[in-house]
């Protein structure tokens, strides 16, 4: 039922799928500062990315269980990515406007922006009991950046080609039936190899009746690997990732 609701949700800012590529246009949009890209974080595993003159949210969810104390994300966006069509993680109705929305594995064109949909499981049945995971893969403020969604199964080799070394990695680390847990994310970043780490998808104060663990294991767990803290919003350039090893960002949400 939810994902009939969200089809017809998607309505004209759906972009249909052909072969291996769809071909849109953005217009309208004036380009911001050249070579730096902002990071916002809106709880979960939800980010607003701008730079380029583009405006891409990921994961948009509705307040309820594990993310609800956080404050719906509703901001507006050109294009909206979703990993899955679970109420945190592909809650389109809360993103104002008519934003373009991306939500199955595949390559997608736009005015020589390329994003790429990689499909992944959401569990470690298989995909028997929460089906597909979409992780994202694009380039914006000269940062090549990867979102793995809710992730839960390892990477294969397929995968790893597809996905490449990443500037940023977006990672889900919080547990429970349906993300990696600290030590799976970890084995996904030595898959992986990227510069900068970004802890998704764990438990603050904001859940409730949700099987996670914070953010503090995996830290623990990740221990000898620089660690910054920042607010909810952090300017990143491509001088700013570690040329050799890596570091974790963690984000604070302004509750």
Request: glycine residues 12%; charged residues 20%; hydrophobic residues 35%.
């Amino acid at each position: 039922m939810r994902r009939r609701q969200l089809m017809r949700y998607a309505g004209a800012g759906l972009l249909s799928t052909v072969g291996l590529g769809v071909t849109s246009s953005w217009q309208g949009y004036s380009a911001q500062t050249g070579g730096s890209l902002s990071v916002k974080w809106l709880g979960h595993s939800c980010f607003l990315f701008t730079g380029d003159g583009r405006r891409i949210l990921v994961n948009p969810f509705r307040s309820l269980g594990c993310t609800a104390s956080y404050r719906p994300p509703k901001v507006a966006a050109e294009i909206v990515l979703i990993s899955s069509q679970l109420l945190d993680e592909g809650a389109v109705d809360v993103v104002p406007g008519n934003p373009r929305l991306l939500y199955e594995p595949g390559v997608y064109q736009f005015n020589k922006k390329r994003i790429q949909g990689i499909r992944t499981e959401h569990d470690r049945l298989g995909g028997k009991r929460f089906g597909t995971n979409v992780a994202w893969q694009w380039k914006q403020g000269g940062l090549n950046l990867l979102h793995l969604g809710g992730i839960a199964a390892p990477i294969s080799l397929e995968q790893k080609i597809l996905m490449g070394r990443p500037d940023v990695l977006f990672v889900p680390i919080g547990g429970g039936p349906n993300v990696y847990t600290p030590a799976e994310a970890k084995q996904a970043i030595q898959v992986l190899n990227p510069k900068l780490i970004v802890p998704t998808h764990y438990r603050t104060k904001a859940t409730k009746d949700c099987d996670s663990v914070g953010v503090d294991q995996f830290l623990s767990l990740m221990s000898g690997t620089p660690v910054r803290r920042g607010g909810d919003t952090v300017s990143l350039r491509s001088s700013d990732v570690p040329k050799e090893g890596m570091a974790i960002q963690v984000f604070n949400y302004q509750f």
